[in-house]
């Protein structure tokens, strides 16, 4: 039980996948303009990521590793995301029309997000076993939804200041979202002191 | 031989196969009905993308009906039997369209003007304003080459005796004659404003009476006339308020040059 407390804030806060991996950025900064979007967003994430590891863990360890297959974890893995990204695009589809039009064209791309394809591949690496796995992904998935929601807000903020001309927008905001990032330094050791 | 090259393409064989079933299926129960809703409408619609509905076109006004529920009476050339149909379709209250009409503001016929040169090149209104604003005396006045009858595509514009006449009750409203006009003669009116000043001509009453014995001269003998102050002579030219017009056509006789028209 330790273990997996340790497993889960270290995901969202220590090694959090956009603020200290940098993975996933591409959505970090697309859908962090509204609070409403960034949380459907997020929520999004979480289920690709959690039904991916629940997924690809067996394929990988059951299909590939006996075969000497490990080469293709990347093919297989994608495979893997892209359906769960077209069930989730088509599921939001029907039934939330509104976050499907927000959301835009960061939905299909959760295929691409690094964040996910990330916590598949770091999970072999680390050697976690499934339920470790699982419980990786939803800490990822969480982490990602806090810095979302965090960078929202920030953003919002940002629009009312007043900045230099050349500075608005796009470079304003990634200059924000690398303090923001620095302040997630400050979680280093801190986890493994928490469950002492 | 097995192992190393038949078997990774089996299991990504299946997988593919497994995944792409599974999202066959699952198109299949939450399929979005909004297509099939967007497709009748789009049937019933004309299909002559006139944007008149503020929209790029039938289909992204079919969409748009479909998804952000805008209203179904912005579509002119359907008129009352697409708002009716589309109603009918979404399940929602009928709106009444506002029917509209084009109107040609110029009424100087080959027999009330003169040419002021002889023209030979390509027979449009366009490339013969280029010359000296066109062939007519009157530099306001429909050139008659017909660019307006081209673009329409309800046969509704036909060049009668040297100027372009719109059959009412074949026009559709969908505004694309209006932007082929050189001279911006072609507004769209309301199918009920039928009193409206048929000349553009803004010189002053002599010199429209040199260049076109139909042109309004400004007299405002039709603005004493109405009773219901709806006209009144802008730039030395007769305009009906259609807002306050109340059809009467008691100023159609009073015109001492007959260019009002109902």
Do not use: W
Request: glycine residues 8%.
């Amino acid at each position: 039980m330790k273990e997996m407390m340790i497993i889960l804030v270290s995901a969202i806060f220590v090694d959090n996948f956009v603020l200290s991996k940098f993975l996933g950025i591409c959505p970090f900064l697309g859908v962090s303009k509204k609070i409403d979007s960034a949380v459907g967003m997020s929520l999004a994430v979480i289920f690709v990521m959690l039904m991916a590891t629940v997924v690809t863990y067996p394929i990988y360890t059951i299909l590939l590793v006996p075969f000497g297959l490990e080469y293709l974890k990347i093919v297989a893995f994608i495979l893997i995301i892209a359906l769960f990204v077209q069930l989730v695009e088509i599921v939001l589809q029907r039934f939330v029309p509104p976050l499907y039009q927000s959301l835009g064209i960061y939905l299909p791309l959760i295929t691409t997000n690094c964040a996910v394809l990330g916590v598949t591949l770091l999970n072999i690496d680390k050697e976690y076993d499934f339920l470790q796995s699982v419980v990786n992904a939803l800490g990822g998935g969480l982490g990602f939804m806090l810095a979302l929601i965090l960078f929202s807000g920030v953003r919002q903020r940002l629009q009312d200041a007043e900045i230099p001309q050349f500075f608005k927008g796009m470079p304003a905001t990634l200059i924000a979202a690398s303090i923001v990032s620095v302040s997630f330094v400050g979680f280093n050791g801190v986890v493994e002191g928490l469950f002492q | 031989m097995f192992e190393v090259y038949i078997l990774p393409i089996l299991i990504f064989l299946i997988l593919g196969l497994v995944s792409g079933l599974l999202l066959a299926i699952a198109s299949t129960v939450f399929s979005v009905n909004t297509g099939k809703k967007a497709q009748q409408v789009r049937e019933v619609l004309p299909g002559i993308n006139c944007s008149v509905c503020g929209f790029s076109g039938c289909d992204e006004y079919a969409k748009q009906i479909v998804q952000n529920s805008v209203v179904t009476n912005k579509c002119i050339p359907g008129g009352d039997k697409a708002s009716r149909e589309i109603s009918s379709i979404m399940g929602i209250e009928f709106e009444d369209v506002i029917e509209k009409v084009a109107f040609v503001y110029c009424n100087g016929t080959k027999s009330v003007t003169k040419e002021k040169y002889d023209y030979k090149g390509t027979p449009s209104c366009s490339a013969c304003n280029e010359f000296y604003s066109g062939k007519g005396s009157c530099d306001f006045g429909c050139i008659g080459y017909g660019d307006c009858a081209q673009a329409c595509g309800y046969d509704a514009i036909q060049i009668i005796n040297g100027i372009a006449v719109i059959d009412r009750e074949k026009c559709a409203g969908c505004a694309k004659c209006v932007t082929q006009c050189p001279k911006h003669l072609i507004k769209m009116i309301e199918y009920t404003d039928n009193v409206q000043v048929a000349c553009s001509n803004h010189n002053k009453g002599k010199e429209t009476r040199i260049c076109c014995t139909n042109g309004c001269i400004a007299c405002e003998k039709c603005v004493k006339a109405c009773n219901f102050d709806a006209i009144h002579v802008k730039r030395n030219l007769a305009e009906i308020d259609d807002s306050k017009c109340t059809k009467c056509e008691g100023c159609i006789g009073i015109c001492p040059v007959g260019c009002i028209l109902s």
